[in-house]
């Protein structure tokens, strides 16, 4: 694990642009695995700065993203597909038909999960993920005593996580119980991972992270047996560590 500690908010997002700069210059028809969540957004505004500079084109970029909940729809302001277009997509030159997002609302949640990861296949799997990661070391919605052999499927959200995320909606009930999302296999499939952590209330995930031991209660463990995993945290974040 690279471990690169920034001095801010801002730091964290350039040098997190930059990367992803790099790979989208580096490969012909890249495949970033997207996050949602605070943390990504600076990120995501310094990509759209660096389109509208004319330094970054996403004409050949595909994207999956982690995960979705489930029954949100995506007008939704709260779902991760309205997010995705309202703070990237809508601003940048992507195809919307190499934009991945699980279906939440889908009918059949097996077949969904199931078309997402033969669409990650035969994309040729995905050259950069990019996470975030949760107060309780979830990745994506992988949460506590998630299986590390898991792909993508429904989960039910903990209580821990709902909580977290109450923040952006109304009341505790408006937060969806369960979501959709890559599995922790899915996502060691990467060739490459970015995980992004910012502030104290991560810091005990992220010492579990880079230091305890590899186990299915602290999901994001798992990414000490990654080739290649880099970390951009600020200080707090790394306080424990
Ligand atoms: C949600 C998302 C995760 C994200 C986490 C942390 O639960 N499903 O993918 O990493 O929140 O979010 P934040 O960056 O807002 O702290």
New binding site residues.
């Given amino acids: 694990m690279e471990i690169i500690q920034v001095k801010d908010y801002q730091e964290m997002s350039k040098k997190a642009s930059e990367i992803i700069e790099g790979k989208i210059n580096l490969i012909d028809k890249p495949v970033l695995g997207l ?6 957004e600076g990120m995501y505004e310094c990509l759209i700065d660096k389109y509208k500079k004319g330094e970054i084109s996403f004409q050949n970029t595909t994207t999956f993203n ?2 979705e909940y489930i029954d949100l729809s995506k007008d939704n302001s709260n779902s ?1 597909y309205y997010y995705m277009h309202d703070k990237l997509f809508n601003h940048i030159d992507i195809k919307s038909i190499n934009v991945h997002l699980l279906k939440g609302m889908a009918r059949d949640l097996r077949e969904e999960a199931l078309r997402y990861e033969r669409m990650i296949r035969d994309a040729g799997g995905i050259d950069l993920q990019v ?5 309780n070391g ?4 992988n949460e506590p005593g998630t299986k590390f052999t898991n792909r993508t499927g429904v989960v039910e959200l903990n209580e821990l ?1 709902r909580q ?2 109450l923040r952006h909606f109304q009341s505790l009930d408006q937060v969806p119980t369960h ?1 959709i ?1 890559m599995g922790i296999e899915t996502i060691m499939d990467s060739k490459e991972i970015l995980l ?1 952590a ?2 104290k209330e ?1 810091s005990r995930a992220v010492k579990g992270m880079i230091h305890g031991d590899v186990d299915e209660h602290l999901p994001a463990s798992v990414l000490q047996k990654h080739q290649k995993v880099t970390i951009i945290a600020d200080e707090a974040a790394l306080s424990n560590v």
């Fill in positions: 996050a949602t969540g605070s943390s990504p982690l995960d991760y996470l975030g990661i949760g107060v979830h990745i994506g919605f996580t977290a995320n979501a999302t992004l910012f502030g991560k």
